[in-house]
């Protein structure tokens, strides 16, 4: 039995994981215990090497432990804790650098399934590589394993199988394909669209994007090979775990009362980061450790700020509104994006905005090229993340909205944190050029009750200002008058 200790500055995130793990976690094969906040009614955030130490005490009969932190204080007191216990017990314990959300699923799956501890450790270090694959991020060194040409033999088998799962094979579906499969001694490849992946390891599974509809085949070759297949064929009959029904469920159509238009005067708003280049000039001639130091001080600052703004909206708009900025946060703790704007700095010499404008723009790009509409979405996030980050730095203030009139928003894309400032009783409408439905700039605009059309193209740019016009809802339509 392995051991999982997730060590957070939060109990609720560490509470949180635990639920999230206990979907796929074999108790027999894997013991999740967290050790998370502190003991301060008032003040609950932060992490206690004691209780670190006691949660590794308590798993001592385990194999191998793991301790798995979220930010810089918790791996203080992961070492701490080390120093505390007996040395014959820290000799089992090992500290992952894995992200926290995707580390703990990837341990969970792979120690559930029975897999090695240097297995389980390794598919811990890939945990990021089904976002980076979604990022198209073949920059870095954990980019995707997956093949164009598959590893076997002509002796291997093969089985071919239509996923019916409507999310695809997401986390839980490939987590106990990987684990089952772990079980057999057999080589075994998930092949989708000529791409190849290893079928025992969840996180490469995950970066074929498998979805509704696709076609995949697993191909075994080895000792077990016919009975991973069969083993394969029962779970996928039971789309891998997923309850896919909708028995029961009855749904019931009306007719709309009428259909919602709005009007208002065109009103041009400007969404692209301005800053002053006397500002620019000053700030890029400093030395590169106060460059350095600026860039790491302003993230800092726009996480807490996000993390304020979360809060705010729990109570205005819901949780899952809340979240998307809590989740804008954990992206701004992703040590593999602060370190490529340092590297930038430091070994190309970059400006602070040249240095930020690059990453964050490959970044961009990469969801832009992504296929599913939901995650291509995401690129305006990354963009709107990059232009708070810019205007703390260069110290712009944040565009305000003063009409007197009822007036129709027009710009080229908002991100989210621009739409909230469009809660203004004289909006009465936003069109966008680009942007997208699945964005979380519509979700948003949705739940604020703002009627937004977006990817209406770049003629809006023609439009005079304060012309008249008409959003309709029904047909997606903008006329002008």
């Not at 897999?115 to 060194?141: F, G, H």
């Not at 819901?318 to 040590?335: P, V, Y």
């Amino acid at each position: 039995m392995i051991g999982l200790i997730i060590i957070s500055h939060s109990k609720m995130l560490a509470d949180g994981l635990l639920q999230l793990a206990e979907q796929m976690q074999d108790k027999k094969n894997c013991q999740i215990i967290a050790a998370a906040g502190i003991d301060d009614e008032e003040h609950p955030i932060g992490t206690d090497a004691i209780k670190v130490m006691e949660a590794i005490e308590t798993l001592s009969e385990a194999s191998h432990i793991i301790l798995l932190m979220d930010l810089g204080s918790a791996l203080l007191s992961a070492e701490t804790a080390l120093d505390l216990i007996d040395p014959d017990l820290a000799q089992k314990v090992y500290l992952c650098s894995a992200p926290l959300v995707e580390g703990t699923i990837a341990i969970t799956a792979a120690t559930s399934g029975g897999a090695s501890i240097d297995t389980v450790l390794e598919e811990a270090r890939q945990a990021l590589r089904s976002k980076q694959q979604q990022l198209n991020d073949e920059s870095t060194e954990a980019a995707s394993q997956e093949t164009e040409q598959s590893k076997l033999s002509d002796k291997a088998i093969k089985s071919e199988w239509i996923v019916k799962n409507p999310s695809g094979l997401h986390v839980r579906p490939a987590a106990k394909l990987a684990a089952l499969l772990s079980g057999f001694d057999v080589d075994v490849e998930l092949c989708k669209d000529k791409k190849y992946a290893d079928a025992k390891s969840m996180n490469q599974i995950a970066l074929l994007q498998v979805r509704y509809g696709d076609k995949i085949t697993l191909i075994a070759e080895g000792p077990d090979s016919a009975t991973a297949i069969t083993a394969f064929e029962q779970l996928a009959k039971q789309n891998f775990g997923d309850d896919i029904h909708t028995n029961g469920k009855t749904v019931l159509n009306g007719k709309n009362i009428y259909t919602p238009t709005v009007s208002g005067v065109a009103y041009h708003w400007k969404s692209t980061t301005e800053y002053s280049s006397l500002d620019k000039e000053h700030l890029d001639n400093e030395s590169i450790e106060n460059r350095i130091n600026k860039v790491t001080q302003a993230i800092t600052l726009l996480k807490k700020q996000l993390e304020v703004r979360a809060n705010n909206l729990t109570e205005q708009l819901g949780k899952s509104i809340a979240d998307i900025f809590r989740g804008h946060s954990l992206l701004l703790d992703d040590d593999d994006i602060i370190d490529a704007i340092k590297y930038e700095i430091k070994d190309n010499n970059s400006s602070i905005y040249d240095a930020i404008n690059f990453v964050f723009n490959e970044m961009s790009a990469q969801y832009k090229q992504l296929d599913d509409p939901y995650l291509q979405a995401r690129y305006i996030d990354i963009d709107d993340l990059k232009n708070q980050l810019l205007m703390l730095i260069f110290a712009i203030k944040p565009q305000q909205i003063n009409l007197t009139v009822p007036s129709i928003i027009l710009s080229d894309n908002m991100g989210p944190s621009e739409i909230l400032r469009c809660q203004h009783p004289m909006v009465s409408g936003v069109i966008l050029a680009n942007g997208s439905p699945y964005s979380h700039t519509s979700i948003i605009a949705a739940r604020l009750g703002i009627p937004m059309l977006v990817d209406i193209g770049e003629t809006i740019n023609d439009i005079k200002e304060k012309a008249k016009l008409t959003i309709s809802i029904d047909d997606a339509s903008l006329t002008i008058e």
